[in-house]
């Protein structure tokens, strides 16, 4: 646990590094808090114009698709590359169910030989780049043929069927279309998001990020229409931009973990390495030279996996920031969900058309699993379950169908065996995926209510005796509930808890006493549990609820407070007016000088009474002056002496608690040393040095055995009083005679 002495420049070292798209609190200038409202009310109505453009493009992108001529048409691949026709809503076509598809031809000209890669939807996960040239060159000369408004299918057995295309329409964009396009929307809305809270670098390589996905999940949207056709030109450039989306993502992903949490020493060089291998494998592509193309994609986009997840980790070990924890362990499930979709679209490959249908799912479940957890980063701390719940899905959807396709096309296991058993493993792997995820963000130790409630009892009991303490208190209090790295305070408070940097920090304002003439300050807590967590919303309400119990706490007692004084001070009056009135009057009229000497101390110990009464703090020093005076008269009468001595190293103020428990000590034991004990010496020693004060009361009178005494109202009371102050006290014989008193306190005179 590290507290450091001087916020302002800590906070200062540390603002290029701290975690999260959104600012820290503490690295604002103070006059954001007022103008708040004012960039929430231009960052809304930006956010709102996006958001409005975005659907126009959507909807344009929708339209652009229904407007394309289609057949309504179901396929299958046969094991030798066949094209056989499932099913189809046009009643020529139904009739023709079975039967296998040689080739498509128009109104002029040679048909068109097909196979079953007419089917395929997917350029960019397609391994063989024999087999993708011919794809695409199937879907393009296919769209030729339906612009023209007629398709002839012919048949093996020679028939020859010829239908008449109309547009695809809105119903013909099937069911996935939407919720793909919505999501692309989503992750827009989040990279403005992102970049209206703070223009820099990191959140330049988030929209960066989400913006290629989105590009990514509107080619996969359009792969998913229903039917026989998609818009021309439509798939050409699907597998060079594609990869440039995905190495893009991989290589920002790169830079943004050499920048953030932690800024590496060679970050420059590290982000400059990942973009340049983009810029040659893309120039390759482009230029035709890599072959395969498929494996030189996926090794590039694995190696940038790869490259992100060791900076990351390299970056957490350099601070432990549980930002960069949680990010290395998403790029640690999408470097191993990538890897395993990998593997299993290139096993299936070999089986021809074994498993077709998986194989497609398994790269969109992939993107699916990278688009949610693009979504989840920047709100980690916004408490967003259902974030964290649809990213689980996604991982474990892409996990379910990769191992399906595995054991369909490596192990030959049937159809229905392998789901059952690919559906078992993903439910467990979810079962423990989700464990590991919540204890990393919410917390792995979160403090139950029970011992919540009693660390928050005990902070406002400790703060009723001791409000000038709240500050100090309360910050323990923080440290024992969150157990942060570093907690330090900043003059630069918000009206509310937050949490900042992405969750890696929370700032907390500190409440003030009332009539405190201190400046406010917030208190930074950095790293919660060790960097083991991130702080949420919850922790920020949490801790809201815990201050306000304290000022409760304070206001509470300073209420009792004020009543105690004027308690107090109305007694004090009485006394004086009613009984010092009536003493006063017994005094004039006292028979012997004895009697009358006798009532004027008494006078005097009421007046002494009183002063203390009506007073809510006295100072030690003045208090040692009426202390010393009193005993002195009270020994006098009794014809004993008064050894005194009087030692402090901190002149405080003694409140009226302290006082008077103090006086009644004093009192009690030096009238059990005159009249139990017949003493003729008395000697008091009182000493307050480091916050130690040591009360000391010595006699020469005819005590013994302190350990055998039965402890009454009065040895009782000086045990109690002793107790309400917080120390301790023994009784001991004196050498050669009498008895010893030492009453320890400890903490007394501390300043805190």
Known sequence: MAVLPHPQDAAGERGDGDSGFEASAFERPPARFSRHSLWAGWRRRVLVLVALLGCAGIFAFARWVAATPFVDVQWSGHGDGSLILEGSTVPALQARRGRTVVAIGGSGGPPMPVDALLQHRSPRWQVDDAARARQVAQQVGLATLLAAGTLSLHFADGSVLTIDAAPRGWAGLGWLFWPLAGLALLLLLSATVVLLARQRSLTLLYAGMALCQAGTLLFIALETTRGLGLPAGALAPDMLARLALDSCTGAAAVTAFALNPTRLPRAGWVAAAAWAAVIVCLAGAWAGALSPLWWWAQGLCLTLGAAALAVIAHSYQREPNPYAMVLRRFASASLATLLLTTAAVALSARRGEVGHGIAAAAPVAWVLFLASLLLLAPFLGRSRPLLREFALLAGIGSVATSLNLLFVAAFSIGAFNSLALSLFIALALYVGARQWLLDHVVGRSVLSTERTFDLLYRAAREVQAQPARLSALQARLLRELFEPLEIFSV?????????????????????????????????????????????????????????????????????????????????????????????????????????????????????????????????????????????????????????????????????????????????????????????????VQFSLERGELLLRVADDGSGCQPQAWSHGLGLGGVRKRAKLLGGEVRWLENVPCGIVCELRLTGFGDPS
């Open 491 to 683: 003059d630069r408070v918000p009206a509310r808890a937050r949490v900042v940097g992405g969750g890696s920090a929370l700032v907390v304002p500190v409440p003030r006493a009332d009539g405190d003439p201190t400046p406010p300050q917030a208190l930074v807590l950095r790293y919660a549990q060790h960097g083991q967590r991130l702080f949420t919303l919850d922790d920020a309400r949490l801790v809201a609820r815990v201050v306000d119990q304290m000022r409760r706490a304070v206001a509470y007692d300073q209420a009792v407070e004020r009543g105690r004084s004027e308690e107090r001070l109305r007694i004090a009056q009485d006394l004086h007016d009613d009984i010092g009135a009536r003493l006063l009057t017994l005094m004039y009229q006292a028979p012997t000088p004895e009697l009358e000497d006798y009532i004027r101390h008494t006078l005097l110990d009421l007046k002494t009474l009183t002063r203390g009464l009506a007073a809510s703090e006295h100072q030690l020093s003045h208090a040692a002056v009426e202390w010393k005076s009193d005993l002195a008269q009270r020994l006098a009468a009794a014809q004993a002496e008064l050894l005194w001595t009087f030692h402090c190293d901190l002149d405080m103020r003694l409140s009226v608690v302290q006082w008077s428990a103090l006086t009644r000590v004093l009192r009690e034991l030096v009238s059990n040393a005159l009249y139990h004990g017949h003493a003729t010496r008395v000697e």
